[in-house]
């Protein structure tokens, strides 16, 4: 029975419940040692002087390692920097702070306790230093880029600003998103433990082969002389891509306390040294005809780095291919703050950008008197303008007419504050959803063996998405096996390299790395089946034998013995398999993309400004879907995290000292599940030959995208306020 598509429940899900899953911090070593970061408080300056002999004499206390006895590293601990995955960390190497968060010391103890104790009565005496901490005022000096990973930070087709002069509608807006801060259920943490000149680590990672590059690079280590481990992941959506200062931190202690060290960050630590999402503000002009039709859209980002590099949210890469529009021009800048540098959080780029371009479309329909649906729908794009290429598949005409449908969107009433339920003002607003459909290089590998088991290893990681099962069910498929004889290894960097799980790519990368390697496994092993003299099948044609559920059987009915038995006869009673996976030609055949549309519907209290969204509908097109449950799981998760963009979400940071003042889930505000209405969630069909191997695309991110916008929209019909900067709060209604 084909597995693909089916809502199979999580191969790991009983673990989880039973608690047997053991994440980084859960794991222990004989002679285990507690390490606590201790932070700046100062956003600019230099360290003057360090009392650490008091701390040193406290009970149970191990070592106390600043930047005048910590280990020297190659390039001042800067061997490894290559965004955007090998940051620039603070590893200890000098008395120079950057911004308040940034680490300055690391404190080790016996116990976590003693660790706790100390690092919070080390006192350092710093030099303070005028800090940039004003996005508006350091926003004059906004700088480009250059490029955004692989893209130019600007670009340009056609002449937009010639064309919106000619339009006869236009829009010239103004659009803000808050700095935001990942708060995983589990922090990050790492334990360190070195066996001779060999370093093992546990760590909470999106990327285990990636951390084990940049640790290795960073002590001037070989990459095999690094392993790194990390089974389960409990939430990372971007925070943990990257290797921070407190993996080699952790390293370094261990080194010099020749014991294992584990070091766990305290909420508050999340927010700072392990990035974030950065402020954005957002320059959105639309131009349209008497029809709607777009003539020109220029939309131009400002976003903040760090003093100590560049990391740019790319909001203006959606405005490119997203509509069909003849003169197109986009710019990114950056305005460099005195705050630890930012990261991908989840649809990095896309989430605020969104929102921007949302927002506007509605804005634009509304001075052109069209319906927000019927105004995407006239500027739909068939092809990729900016890239000059056709899409390999592209269900997002179904996607609208779908959610809509199941929305009720006809029955909307156009005119703002026309509709009410009772006390509340009632808004629909939609908006559009897409991420790009990336593929990265990734391997696999099987054995096969005679107990009829199959063991597929990558080393991949499951950040709660549902690794584990998926790739089961891909194997399994593959194979011909049950999906109860696959079992899918992954996160350590002993097993094949697969990239990092971010940019909702694991799926379409290590999946077709898995496909791949578990039919080499099973063509090895039907061959060997049709050359064996002591198998049923020998002598038969290749073509005619089929593996299934675990049997080798032949096309005439007649002829079959189990796929163990044929094993347990081959060289080492075993068939392995390995392969590797990677994009081919067919990215510069086809651009391609995940698409959705969401619309969402809004009540607010006209005199308390509250806002509630009691249901949200939405229809993706994502390729083949490997399980329709994890699928489900995925889009929900987007959208939910949308609410919370629209309505919650805001790091607070105090200007005058650059701290941030709610860093901590009580004052950080997420949605609860009393926040969190009906989600309607539709998968289209979509059958997508080009994207790989499986025909699967991306969702982890793309649930997330243009959810906020259409809020914001929900909200300006609900009571004809028009909000441009998130989060959408009551004291902005009022």
């Known amino acids: 029975m084909k597995q693909t598509g089916l809502p199979m429940n999580r191969v790991d899900g009983e673990d989880k419940v039973c608690g047997t899953a053991r994440y980084a911090a859960e794991f222990t070593l004989p002679r285990l040692a507690h390490a606590v970061m201790v932070q700046s408080p100062v956003a600019s300056g230099r360290i003057l002087a360090i009392d650490g002999k008091p701390v040193a004499a406290m009970p149970g206390v191990l070592a106390v390692l600043t930047h005048e006895n910590a280990m020297k590293l190659p390039k001042g601990g800067k061997a490894a920097v290559q965004p955007p995955q090998g940051r620039v960390l603070s590893l200890l190497q000098d008395d120079a702070v950057h911004y308040a968060g940034q680490p300055v010391a690391v404190v080790v103890a016996e116990t976590l306790e003693q660790a706790t104790a100390a ?42 600003s010639r064309a919106a002069s000619a339009a006869a509608k236009r829009v010239d807006l103004n659009y ?80 010099h306390t020749g014991r294992p060290v584990r070091l766990v960050l305290q909420r508050p630590q999340l927010f700072g040294p392990v990035g974030g999402r950065p402020r954005t503000e957002q320059v959105v002009k639309l131009a349209a005809d008497g029809q709607g039709r777009l003539a020109a859209i220029e939309h131009r980002a400002f976003s903040n780095t760090s003093a100590i590099e560049d990391w740019t949210e790319s909001c203006a ?107 509340w003002l009632v808004g629909m607003g939609m908006g559009t959803a897409t991420r790009p459909a990336k593929r990265s290089p990734a391997a696999a590998s099987v054995k096969l063996t005679p107990d009829g088991q199959a063991v597929v290893r990558s080393s991949t990681e499951d950040l709660g998405t549902g690794t584990y099962t998926v790739m089961t069910q891909i194997a399994a498929d593959a194979l011909g096996y049950a999906p109860g004889k696959v079992r899918f290894e992954l996160g350590d960097t002993d097993f094949p390299e697969a990239p990092v799980s971010a940019g909702s790519m694991t799926v379409e990368s290590v999946g077709s790395a898995v496909h791949a390697a578990c039919q080499l496994a099973r063509h090895e092993l039907v061959r060997l089946a049709c050359r064996d003299p002591l198998s049923p099948l020998s002598g038969a044609s290749l073509a005619d034998v089929r593996l299934e559920d675990g049997w080798l059987r032949h096309a005439d009915g007649k002829r079959a013995e189990p796929a163990s038995a044929a094993i347990a006869r081959a060289p080492g009673a075993a068939i392995e398999a390995s392969a590797d996976s990677k994009p081919g030609d067919e990215t510069e055949r086809y651009s391609m993309h995940s698409f959705g549309a969401v619309f969402c519907e809004a009540h607010v209290d006209p005199e308390l400004g509250i806002v509630r969204v009691p249901r949200v509908v939405g229809a993706y097109g994502v390729g083949t879907v490997i399980n329709a449950k994890t699928a489900h799981s995925q889009i929900m998760g987007g959208i939910v995290w949308g609410i919370s963009q629209a309505l919650h979400e805001e790091s607070l940071l105090d200007e005058r000292y650059g701290r941030f003042v709610n860093a901590n889930l009580a004052e950080y505000h997420i949605p609860v599940n009393a926040d969190i209405g009906d989600i309607d969630i539709t998968f289209v069909p979509e059958t997508d030959p080009h994207v790989n191997a499986i025909g699967a695309k991306g969702l982890g991110e793309v649930g997330m995208t243009g959810v906020a916008g259409a809020i914001a929209n929900a909200v300006y019909h609900a009571t004809g306020k028009r909000i441009r900067e998130l989060p959408i709060r009551l004291d902005k209604l009022l």
Not at 219 to 237: E, H, K, T, Y
Request: glycine fraction near 8%.
């Open 119 to 160: 690092a919070a009565a080390l006192r350092i005496r710093y030099e303070r230093r005028s800090a940039s901490l004003s996005f508006a005022a350091a926003k004059g000096n906004a700088y480009s880029p250059g490029k955004i990973q692989e893209s130019e930070a600007d670009t340009a087709r056609g002449d937009a």
């Open 176 to 255: 803000a998103t808050p700095m935001e801060h990942h708060n995983p259920m589990e922090p990050h943490a790492t334990l360190a433990t070195w066996n001779g000149d060999h370093l093992t680590l546990y760590d909470s990672t999106q990327h285990v082969a990636g951390v084990q590059k940049t640790i290795a690079k960073t002590f001037g280590m070989q990459a095999s002389q690094v392993r790194v481990r990390n089974l389960f992941v409990g939430g990372g959506f971007g925070g943990k891509g990257s290797a921070w200062s407190h993996v080699a931190l952790a390293a370094m202690a261990a080194r």
């Open 317 to 423: 890469l959606v405005t490119r291919m997203l509509y069909a529009c003849p003169n197109v021009a986009t710019s990114h800048r950056l305005v460099k703050l005195n705050v630890g540098t930012p990261t991908f959080q989840r649809a990095p780029g896309e989430a605020t950008g969104s929102f921007a371009l949302e927002s506007a479309m509605d804005e634009l329909a509304a001075e052109a008197g069209i319906d927000p649906l019927r105004l995407r729908l006239l500027n739909y794009a068939d092809t990729d303008l900016e890239k000059r290429l056709p899409y390999s598949s592209k269900a997002l005409r179904a996607c609208y007419e779908t959610a809509a449908e199941r929305f009720g969107w006809a029955r909307r009433d156009p005119r703002p504050r026309s509709m009410r339920q009772g006390q």
